[in-house]
C-alpha cells in the first residue's frame, strides 16, 4: 500500500509543479514582465518544486538523511539520466550560449560550498543563509549574462483570467505540499519494511521522482531540438537544488550530514558534475557522451547497493 501511495505522491508533486509554473508564467505576461525574468526565475526554480517541498516536508519531520540525500540523489540523475537521455535522442545539439564559460561554475560551485559546509556534520541556519545568498548570486548573474528562456506560445494565445489563474495555483500548491507530506510518510514506510536507510530511500526513489519534471522538460526541449535549453534547464535545477532547496530546509530545522558514511553518493555527485564542466568546456554534445552518463549512473546505482 505504502508502495501505491508513494507512486501517488510523486504524480501530485509532478502535476503540482506544473500548475504553478504555468500559471506563474500567465501572471508575469499579464504584467508585462520579461520572458527573461519569467525563465530565470520560474523555470529554472520550478522544475526543481518537487525537491523543495519534499526535502523541506522530510526536515519538519526531522528526516535529515531524506532531505539531503534528495538533493544529492537528483544532481545525479539530472546529469545522469537526464542530460544522457537528451544527448542520445538530440538529433544535433549546438548551444548559442558558450555554457562552459558562463554556467558550469555554477553547477559545480555549490556542490564545493556543500561539501565545506557539511565538513562540521551538520547544515545550519547560517549555513541555510549563505546558500539563500548564493542563490540570489545565481540569479543576479543570469540577469546580467542575458540569459532568456523561452515561454511557450501557447500561453501568449490564451486569455488570461484571475479566477481560473488562482484556483489553478491554489491546487498547485497543494498537490505540491500534500504529494510531499504523503511521499515522506511512505518512503520512510517502505524504508523500515525493506530495512532500507532513509539516505538510500532518498537517494534513489525519492530522488528519482522528483526528477521527473527536470526529465519531462528535457525530452520534451531536446525532440524540440532545443537541447541547449535543456543543458540549461539541468544547470539551473542543480543550483537550486542546493541552494534553495538545502538552504531552506536547513533553516526549517538543522540538518546532519555525514560526509564519511556517504563519502560514494556525494563523490558521485561532484565527478559526475566536473564530467559536466568537461561536456561543456569540450562541447561533446554528443550520443558518446550519452553513453558515458548512463554507464556512469548504472555503475552509482550498482555500487550504491
Same mark, same amino acid.
Given at each position: ?92 545539439? /549546438? ?128 525532440? /524540440? ?60 554534445? /554528443? ?19
Amino acid at each position: 500500500m505504502d508502495i501505491l501511495i508513494f507512486i501517488a505522491s510523486m504524480g501530485a508533486l509532478i502535476y503540482g509543479a506544473d500548475f504553478i509554473i504555468e500559471e506563474s508564467e500567465k501572471i508575469a505576461l499579464r504584467y508585462k514582465i520579461s520572458p527573461f525574468v519569467i525563465g530565470a526565475t520560474l523555470v529554472a526554480l520550478g522544475t526543481s518544486l518537487p525537491e523543495m517541498a519534499v526535502s523541506m516536508s522530510a526536515s519538519i519531520k526531522g528526516s535529515g538523511d531524506i532531505a539531503v540525500a534528495n538533493v544529492i540523489g537528483s544532481t545525479i540523475f539530472n546529469i545522469a539520466l537526464v542530460l544522457g537521455t537528451v544527448f542520445l535522442i538530440s538529433k544535433k545539439i /549546438n548551444p548559442n550560449r558558450d555554457l562552459f564559460a558562463k554556467d558550469s561554475s555554477w553547477a559545480l560551485f555549490p556542490i564545493l560550498v556543500f561539501i565545506l559546509m557539511g565538513i562540521d556534520g551538520k547544515l545550519n541556519t547560517v549555513d541555510g543563509v549563505l546558500f539563500l545568498i548564493l542563490m540570489g548570486a545565481y540569479l543576479t548573474f543570469l540577469i546580467g549574462s542575458n540569459q532568456v528562456e523561452e515561454i511557450d506560445e501557447e500561453l501568449r494565445r490564451e486569455k488570461f483570467a484571475w479566477g481560473k489563474t488562482s484556483l489553478l495555483l491554489l491546487t498547485g500548491f497543494a498537490l505540491t505540499i500534500g504529494g510531499a507530506d504523503f511521499a515522506i510518510d511512505s518512503a520512510e514506510n517502505i524504508a523500515r519494511e525493506f530495512g532500507v536507510s532513509e539516505w538510500m530511500i532518498g537517494l534513489f526513489l525519492v530522488a528519482f521522482g522528483t526528477s521527473l519534471p527536470e526529465l519531462a522538460v528535457s525530452i520534451k526541449a531536446a525532440l /524540440n531540438n532545443n537541447a541547449d535549453l535543456a543543458i540549461g534547464n539541468i544547470i539551473g535545477s542543480n543550483v537550486a537544488n542546493f541552494t534553495m532547496v538545502l538552504g531552506l530546509s536547513s533553516i526549517v530545522n538543522e540538518l546532519n550530514v555525514d560526509l564519511a558514511a556517504n563519502f560514494f553518493d556525494i563523490s558521485a555527485a561532484l565527478v559526475l558534475t566536473l564530467m559536466l564542466v568537461f561536456i561543456t568546456a569540450n562541447k561533446l554534445y /554528443n550520443k558518446s557522451a550519452g553513453i558515458v552518463l548512463l554507464v556512469v549512473l548504472g555503475l552509482v546505482i550498482q555500487n550504491s547497493f
